[in-house]
């Protein structure tokens, strides 16, 4: 089982919708958890901390489950601009996920 | 700020050759690391540096070098490229260590080995 898995998409969405992504990791002895974005053919920037008690940034929510050990990134209101592909990072070996890719139509 | 500048953008080797893959930051950021970006793997860790001087190897170190002379350049060298390394590589930076903190990216380097 790899140690960070995401589902890799794509998630295609109409403009308005609201779309959940899963992360789900391995070491339950994780720590810390980011969301990257990354634009194709980009680097990847941060989005968002998650943390314990869960987070929101505007329309992004992040949530995290220890107990079942994955974390979530939830967009609502998708916008075009929101099309992307959207990484999950857990703890200190720096792992990345392989990413989930978003489209949003008009 | 020019943040993470890495050169070259883009770079084709035939199988043996070496190169030296370059990095640099002017945001006084203590560690750094190398990354390699390939399709349905996601980012995987090469080498890091928690600050001029230290380096440590990553999940995938076989096959590179580096090296933290200074604060400010991170140089990844192949020793001899294969075609297993044909790959987008990202250099990354933070103030403290990618675990707690946001990590800034350079564009990275396509880099095809024939």
């Known amino acids: 089982r790899k140690e960070v898995e995401q589902d890799p998409g794509p998630f295609n969405v109409p403009e308005g919708a609201t779309v959940a992504f899963n992360c789900t990791y391995s070491n339950s002895a994780s720590q810390s958890f980011f969301w990257y974005r990354q634009d194709c053919r980009k680097e990847p920037k941060l989005l968002m901390s998650v943390y314990s008690s869960g987070n929101e940034d505007g329309r992004f929510t992040a949530q995290l489950n220890r107990a079942s050990q994955y974390i979530s990134l939830l967009i609502r209101d998708s916008k075009l601009s929101d099309s992307a592909t959207y990484l999950c990072v857990v703890n200190n070996d720096m792992r990345f996920g392989a990413g989930t890719r978003l489209t949003v139509k008009p | 700020n020019a943040g993470v500048t890495q050169t070259p953008k883009f770079q084709v080797l035939k199988t043996g050759q070496s190169m030296t893959l370059q990095c640099a930051q002017d945001?006084?950021?203590?560690?750094m690391s190398w990354y390699r970006q390939d399709p349905g793997m996601g980012l995987r860790l090469i080498h890091y540096s928690v600050g001029a001087g230290i380096t440590d190897q990553g999940e995938v170190p076989n096959g590179y070098n580096v090296s933290r002379s200074t604060t400010e350049d991170f140089p990844l060298r192949l020793l001899s490229a294969a075609p297993s390394q044909t790959s987008v590589y990202f250099c990354?930076?933070?103030?403290?260590?990618?675990?707690?903190?946001?990590?800034?990216f350079g564009p990275g380097t396509r880099l095809t080995v024939l």
């Open positions: 945001m006084n950021h203590e560690y």
């Open positions: 990354a930076s933070s103030f403290t260590g990618g675990n707690v903190d946001e990590q800034f």
